[in-house]
């Protein structure tokens, strides 16, 4: 049976890990991402992880060890933040080429110069043209939700594309909340078995992976990608309504916030929606009609449905964590006004 449990947001990533008990896990420890990493070693220690649990010399390696395992035949996962994600930049495009669905929980914090070990998007809004699909956490109940989603949406067959989740460092990451922890074996039961895709370790056939690809294959090879990922958003709409069928907590694309009769809305991701929900709530009672739009999805970015639900505004005000410097706007200032024109 489902239990509550006062966890902060690295310990929910590493309770879901737990559950899904993945074939490898390979982490190397970085704040505020830290506890994650630990706390699964614990539970690998106390035999509460029956999967292989690799400690490499950096997080390069362990995305390369992530894609060894996973092209091996394996369900795996990791876990990172900040400088750490950008040290696995060349990785990063190897598994979503190669339709990896690895997932990684990812603590977001801002990148250096200077150094700065406090949350922000600028990692994770990096990596956004990776090809990874993007998922976006607004507290420690939703980062849990998320990263096991985050596996059956990976693994989906039309998709076969990595997952990051990120949920922001220290506000999400270290912060302690009361969550609602499933049943390991419902959860097992939702993420289901993993079904392998042509493994390394299949000696019955032959195929080459990772080759080096000239003009005519390597289009070939990048259109089979974008169609994984161009799948995902049907997917992701199941996925987040078999969640809530199974578990009560339903998810999209985004939510709305007080928005049925807004004439105004404010676009903000993550932890910062739930400072915003209380904002939009004392200007309600000063008879402002604002709304609130949270985006979870990012890659895929829902343009047509967030174009949609933005339509009726005289206003919108996108609030975004990471800057662009010399571009237009900001990443998800960016994405919305595109959608919007």
């Given at each position: 049976?489902?239990?509550?449990?006062?966890?902060?947001?690295?310990?929910?990533?590493?309770?879901?890990?737990?559950?899904?008990?993945?074939?490898?896990?390979?982490?190397?420890?970085?704040?505020?991402?830290?506890?994650?990493?630990?706390?699964?070693?614990?539970?690998?220690?106390?035999?509460?992880?029956?999967?292989?649990?690799?400690?490499?010399?950096?997080?390069?390696?362990?995305?390369?060890?992530?894609?060894?395992?996973?092209?091996?035949?394996?369900?795996?996962?990791?876990?990172?933040?900040?400088?750490?994600?950008?040290?696995?930049?060349?990785?990063?495009?190897?598994?979503?080429?190669?339709?990896?669905?690895?997932?990684?929980?990812?603590?977001?914090?801002?990148?250096?110069?200077?150094?700065?070990?406090?949350?922000?998007?600028?990692?994770?809004?990096?990596?956004?043209?990776?090809?990874?699909?993007?998922?976006?956490?607004?507290?420690?109940?939703?980062?849990?939700?998320?990263?096991?989603?985050?596996?059956?949406?990976?693994?989906?067959?039309?998709?076969?594309?990595?997952?990051?989740?990120?949920?922001?460092?220290?506000?999400?990451?270290?912060?302690?909340?009361v969550i609602q922890v499933e049943?390991?074996?419902?959860?097992?039961e939702f993420v289901g078995e993993?079904?392998?895709?042509?493994p390394l370790l299949d000696t019955?056939?032959?195929?080459?992976?990772?080759?080096?690809?000239?003009?005519?294959?390597?289009?070939?090879?990048?259109?089979?990608?974008?169609?994984?990922?161009?799948?995902?958003?049907?997917?992701?709409?199941?996925?987040?309504?078999?969640?809530?069928?199974?578990?009560?907590?339903?998810?999209?694309?985004?939510?709305?916030?007080?928005?049925?009769?807004?004439?105004?809305?404010?676009?903000?991701?993550?932890?910062?929606?739930?400072?915003?929900?209380?904002?939009?709530?004392?200007?309600?009672?000063?008879?402002?009609?604002?709304?609130?739009?949270?985006?979870?999805?990012?890659?895929?970015?829902?343009?047509?449905?967030?174009?949609?639900?933005?339509?009726?505004?005289?206003?919108?005000?996108?609030?975004?964590?990471?800057?662009?410097?010399?571009?237009?706007?900001?990443?998800?200032?960016?994405?919305?006004?595109?959608?919007?024109?």
């Amino acid at each position: 049976m489902s239990v509550l449990k006062t966890l902060n947001g690295n310990q929910t990533i590493a309770e879901a890990v737990r559950q899904i008990d993945p074939d490898v896990v390979a982490a190397y420890p970085i704040t505020p991402s830290t506890a994650i990493v630990e706390t699964i070693a614990k539970f690998k220690a106390e035999g509460l992880i029956s999967g292989e649990f690799v400690c490499p010399e950096s997080e390069h390696s362990a995305m390369s060890v992530c894609i060894g395992a996973a092209s091996a035949g394996g369900r795996v996962t990791t876990a990172t933040a900040s400088q750490g994600l950008a040290l696995m930049w060349e990785m990063l495009y190897i598994a979503a080429g190669l339709r990896l669905p690895i997932v990684a929980g990812i603590a977001n914090r801002a990148l250096s110069a200077p150094i700065n070990i406090h949350g922000d998007h600028s990692d994770t809004m990096g990596a956004r043209d990776t090809g990874w699909i993007q998922i976006y956490s607004e507290n420690c109940q939703e980062a849990y939700d998320n990263f096991i989603q985050a596996f059956r949406i990976g693994e989906n067959l039309d998709v076969r594309t990595p997952v990051l989740v990120g949920l922001d460092g220290f506000i999400i990451s270290h912060s302690m909340e009361v969550i609602q922890v499933e049943d390991d074996d419902k959860i097992k039961e939702f993420v289901g078995e993993y079904q392998q895709v042509y493994p390394l370790l299949d000696t019955s056939r032959k195929f080459t992976v990772g080759p080096i690809d000239f003009t005519d294959y390597y289009f070939e090879h990048k259109r089979n990608q974008m169609e994984g990922i161009e799948n995902a958003p049907e997917v992701i709409q199941q996925v987040g309504k078999e969640f809530g069928e199974k578990f009560g907590r339903t998810y999209g694309f985004f939510e709305e916030y007080r928005m049925e009769d807004a004439e105004t809305c404010i676009v903000v991701m993550s932890s910062a929606a739930g400072t915003c929900k209380d904002a939009i709530d004392e200007m309600r009672s000063e008879g402002k009609k604002i709304g609130l739009l949270k985006p979870r999805i990012v890659r895929p970015f829902p343009e047509k449905e967030i174009a949609d639900a933005l339509k009726g505004m005289k206003a919108v005000a996108v609030l975004d964590r990471s800057a662009c410097p010399g571009a237009f706007g900001a990443p998800l200032f960016t994405e919305i006004r595109n959608a919007l024109y």
